[in-house]
């Protein structure tokens, strides 16, 4: 059997790790597949170094990447090009986000983070904090890029008779509403975690911890802002970042305006580093809104970290105490000055065994079954021997 996996662009993050566990499950039933992308940033023996995954794959570029300052556009334009490239696959697992002009064969996977058609037709969906201005060339062809998305998405229908998976049950009502589809036609499996818990038992100290690429939509400025108020507290503020990214400095010139002295910033750590961090850590805070799963979170609770984090999208899913979610980052504070009150409400044991459903087992186990299943036989929409 051929397999293809589409993505535009392959990058580290969440993404790359529902990746990284298809394409060994695959490589375990004897497929290597083809990632066919405008971009692959990242090659096997990075992924062995930073992750600890011995996977086997090929990429297959796609050379006409012709609309790089209308990404939206270009999203779509590779969606179109792939058509040119799946002729001879018998399985394309579709890892773009939308299925708009994507060909009706071969058969089809879509693993859904987030449809684009809803951050397209939404553009406010995600709060972005101290965003830099931006420039008016910049802002004419974002909002050129938009409208001309905007346009396309029109003609965008999700194809019920392929399998269409969400990523959270945020985002199954999303795809829902957006594409007028039954909750029969979406599945919901959420993204694989690899954990292993660590002892409840944390130190009793006052550490926050976050994590999460820097980037407007992690809103690490929200997360300095917390902290410039909250000098009884520590924060680890542990990211991905090049020296020269403009956010990330921006971060940093935060810091130094506002003399914060309570904040260490740890950028690009290994995993095990990224592990051991957590674990000094007895608080672990997220700043994303509207996020549709947030695996950090995930991570923070797996190593005994109580969890303060949005009310909003997937977060509520994986913490599912109301006391502990925010929707300002006044009641973010507020939150943090009465933890210790909050902690004789509930216990951490909770949360601490609520998120197995968000092992990588869990995922193996479901994504497995799913390539397995007798419905990929030749009566299945698309599918060619």
Request: aromatic content about 12%.
């Amino acid at each position: 059997m051929k397999v293809a996996i589409i993505q535009e662009v392959v990058k580290g993050g969440g993404r790359l790790m529902v990746l990284i566990e298809i394409i060994q499950l695959l490589n375990q039933r004897g497929i290597v597949p083809i990632i066919i992308t405008f971009n692959m940033s990242i090659d096997k023996e990075q992924i062995f170094q930073k992750y600890g995954y011995q996977i086997d794959f090929q990429v297959n570029k796609i050379k006409f990447n012709l609309f790089k300052k209308f990404p939206e556009v270009n999203t779509l334009w590779f969606n179109f090009l792939t058509r040119f490239y799946v002729q001879n696959i018998d399985l394309v697992i579709n890892s773009n986000n939308t299925s708009c002009f994507l060909p009706k064969k071969p058969l089809r996977i879509d693993y859904v983070h987030f449809p684009r058609k809803v951050r397209v037709q939404n553009r406010e969906f995600l709060r972005l904090n101290g965003q830099s201005p931006i420039r008016l060339k910049t802002r004419i062809a974002r909002n050129i890029d938009y409208l001309l998305s905007h346009l396309m998405y029109f003609l965008d229908r999700m194809d019920p008779n392929f399998l269409i998976i969400a990523n959270s049950d945020f985002t199954r009502r999303q795809i829902k509403d957006a594409y007028s589809l039954k909750d029969k036609n979406i599945e919901v499996i959420y993204p694989p975690v690899n954990f292993t818990k660590k002892s409840i038992d944390k130190p009793q100290n006052n550490i926050v911890a976050t994590l999460g690429r820097f980037s407007p939509t992690k809103n690490q400025l929200d997360q300095l802002r917390i902290a410039k108020r909250l000098s009884n507290f520590r924060f680890y503020i542990i990211g991905f970042a090049g020296a020269s990214e403009e956010y990330y400095r921006k971060c940093l010139s935060y810091i130094d305006k506002n003399h914060i002295q309570n904040v260490e910033i740890f950028t690009n750590l290994n995993y095990e580093e990224v592990r051991s961090k957590l674990s000094e850590a007895k608080y672990f805070l997220h700043t994303t809104y509207n996020e549709p799963f947030g695996i950090t979170t995930v991570e923070g609770i797996a190593s005994g970290c109580i969890p303060v984090v949005p009310n909003s999208g997937g977060q509520v899913e994986i913490v599912n105490k109301d006391e502990l979610r925010f929707d300002t980052v006044d009641q973010a504070v507020d939150i943090f000055k009465n933890l210790e009150n909050i902690q004789t409400s509930y216990s951490i044991k909770q949360l601490y065994e609520h998120i197995n459903i968000f092992h990588v087992q869990e995922f193996r186990k479901r994504f497995g079954t799913i390539l397995d299943t007798s419905a990929f036989d030749n009566s299945y929409p698309g599918y060619k021997k």
